[in-house]
Each structure stands twice: as structure tokens, then as C-alpha cells.
């Protein structure tokens, strides 16, 4: 429960900080969609939102996975470079070799580098936020080393069942929003009901207490940075799928925005605690800010300012949170 750091109306304070915590993303996310449904009757249109949903996805799915990586404590800023690698490493394999190999051996490279980070975070214990910083430049450098700095593109673009991923539809819904919900329920159900999943949270909730309790704790980071990665491969494939080819760059600043939707959706930066589902939301707050600003004829860039606003309240209630107040003592 919060102490709201005030006397009078103490008990009223602690029950609107306790409901703000626990649920302050779906009350933000309820208002966000009122309030832009009345500035532009288009914005909840059906073509409007699965517009939305669409375009997100990529994004979603990287979030998706480094949810993992923050509830386990730790962080990862490789995954804009690494889904760049993804995308050029599929659209050259795709001609040398055809899709149906070029896939599989993506998703086994990028995987390889995120079994690498895990390596150095889970068992060397080296810190989460340096190792993939150094990475994200090392990534990048790999990137442009194996495209020769040369943006990637497919030769027959009409002849390939490869556009299906990204451009596809089943039943009128877009392939990568069917790939997105699959993935969530996936990784949402191995997060809640799985003794993985608890693993995961007992191991960013108090690591050295988990290590004492017999829970692997190298090995549950090591997973993590392996399931994160397979949520990069995925998005690199969308990416690439979509475009039918890629910018050696596509990713760049793209973790930024990923760890912007895992906080939003209540992921403590702290670890311990988040969900899935949550991040879903979180993924879909961002997609639909920027499209409700678009819509009322604000200019794209206003984005930025807005997500910070929101970023900063949401660290601000996890924080309070943790300390049972909201504001500080010393303060």
C-alpha cells in the first residue's frame, strides 16, 4: 500500500496510487482512446485500428521478448541492430539460397547473438546495460561488414512466396498481426503458467535469493536473451517480408521504443514484475499515440514529447511503488 506523504486524506491518497499502480496502463490506454475518438471520428474506425495494429506489430514483437529480459533485472539495447542484421541476413539468403533455407539459418544467426549476450550477461555476470550497448555497435558494425554497407533488396519480387509474412492476409487479417497474437499468447502463457515463468520473476525480483532457493540463475538470463533474440529473428522477417528489402539501418533506434512499450506496460525497470499482456497494451498506447496525433494534425514529431510525459509518469508509479509513497522522504 502507499503512504501518499501526507496526513489529511492519507487513505484516500494510498487507494488512487494503488489503483494508479496496479492499473494506471489500461486507464491510460481507455483515455488515450476516448479522448482521440472524439478529436477524429476516423481514429476508431475498423481500418483505422488494424491500421494501427498492423503497423505495430514489429515492434510488438520485439517487446514481447525483451519483456523477459526486464522482468528477469536486466536490459537489452541490441535489438534495433540486431532486427537490422535480421533483415539483411533473410534478403540475401533469400536469393543465394531460396527462403525456405534463408528463414531458419536468420533465426539461427540471431539467435547465436543473443545466446552470446546471455553467455555474457547470465554466466560471466557481466552488466546487462554495457554488454549490450557495446553490442548494439558491434551488431551494427557485423551488419554493414556483411552487406558491404549496401542496402539489401530481392531480385524477383513477384515470383517469391516470401511477401506472405509481411504482406499477407488470412481471413481479412493481416499476417503479421495473426504472428503477433500467436507469439503473445505464446510467450504469455510460458511467462504465467510455466516454472520458467516464475523462474524468470523470482530471478528479477531478488537474484541472490533465487540463487539460494536453487533456481539456475545464469541459465534463466541465458533464455531470456535467447527468447528475446527469437523475437528479433521474427521481426526481422516481417520487416524484410514487408519491404522486400531492407536498409542496413531499419532498426536503428528502434530499442528505445521497444524498452519505451515494456515500461509503459508496467515492466519494472527494477525487475520482478510485468506481463505480457500488459506490454501488448503498452505496444499498442505508443502505435495509437502517434497515429491519434497524426489524425488531429499534429506534427509527427510531437510524439516524442507526449511519450516522454507518459514514460516519466510511468517510471514515476513504478518507483512510488516500490517505496510505498509518492513522493519521496528527502523530498
Known amino acids: 500500500m502507499f503512504d501518499s506523504g501526507v496526513n489529511d486524506g492519507g487513505g484516500r491518497g494510498k487507494a488512487i496510487a494503488n489503483l494508479l499502480a496496479r492499473n494506471g496502463i489500461l486507464i491510460a490506454f481507455v483515455v488515450f482512446m476516448i479522448g482521440f475518438t472524439l478529436a ?3 481514429f476508431i474506425s475498423l481500418d483505422n485500428v488494424m491500421g ?7 515492434l510488438g514483437v520485439i517487446a514481447l521478448g525483451v519483456t523477459f529480459v526486464v522482468i528477469s533485472g536486466n536490459l537489452d539495447l541490441s535489438v534495433g541492430s540486431m532486427m537490422s542484421f535480421s533483415a ?40 546487462s546495460l554495457i554488454v549490450t550497448l ?10 554493414l561488414t556483411y552487406s558491404g554497407g549496401k542496402n539489401m533488396d530481392i531480385a524477383d519480387k513477384e515470383g517469391t512466396w516470401f511477401a506472405v509474412f509481411g504482406q499477407g492476409h488470412v481471413l481479412g487479417i493481416p499476417v503479421p498481426v495473426i504472428m503477433f497474437g500467436v507469439l503473445a499468447a505464446f510467450l504469455a502463457v510460458l511467462l504465467a503458467r510455466t516454472a520458467f515463468g516464475r523462474q524468470v520473476y523470482a530471478v528479477g525480483g531478488n537474484g541472490v535469493a533465487a540463487t539460494f532457493s536453487g533456481i539456475p540463475r545464469a541459465r534463466v538470463v541465458f533464455l531470456s536473451y535467447v527468447i ?24 536503428q533506434g528502434l530499442e528505445l521504443d521497444v524498452l519505451a512499450a515494456v ?8 525487475g520482478g514484475s510485468g506481463t505480457i499482456f500488459k506490454t501488448v497494451i503498452g505496444v499498442l498506447i505508443l502505435g495509437f499515440i502517434q497515429n491519434g496525433l497524426l ?33 519521496s522522504q528527502i523530498a
Open 52 to 58: 494501427v495494429v498492423r503497423s505495430s506489430a514489429i
Open 228 to 251: 528475446s533474440s527469437f523475437c528479433v529473428a521474427m521481426a526481422g522477417l516481417l520487416q524484410a517480408s514487408r519491404s522486400m528489402g531492407s536498409q542496413n539501418t531499419v532498426g
Open 134 to 143: 557495446g553490442m548494439l555497435s558491434a551488431i551494427h558494425g557485423l551488419t
Open 263 to 270: 515500461i509503459l506496460g508496467g515492466a519494472s525497470l527494477l
Open 88 to 127: 539483411i541476413v533473410v534478403l540475401d539468403l533469400h536469393d543465394k539460397i531460396g527462403p525456405a533455407f534463408a528463414i531458419p539459418v536468420m533465426f539461427a544467426m540471431t539467435m547465436a547473438l543473443g545466446a552470446l549476450i546471455g553467455f555474457l550477461v547470465g554466466y560471466l555476470k557481466l552488466n
Open 295 to 327: 489524425l488531429v494534425g499534429l506534427q509527427f514529431y510531437v510524439q516524442y514529447v507526449v511519450t516522454w510525459v507518459i514514460i516519466t509518469l510511468t517510471v514515476w508509479l513504478d518507483v512510488a511503488a516500490k517505496r510505498g509513497r509518492l513522493w
Open 40 to 42: 477524429n471520428e476516423r
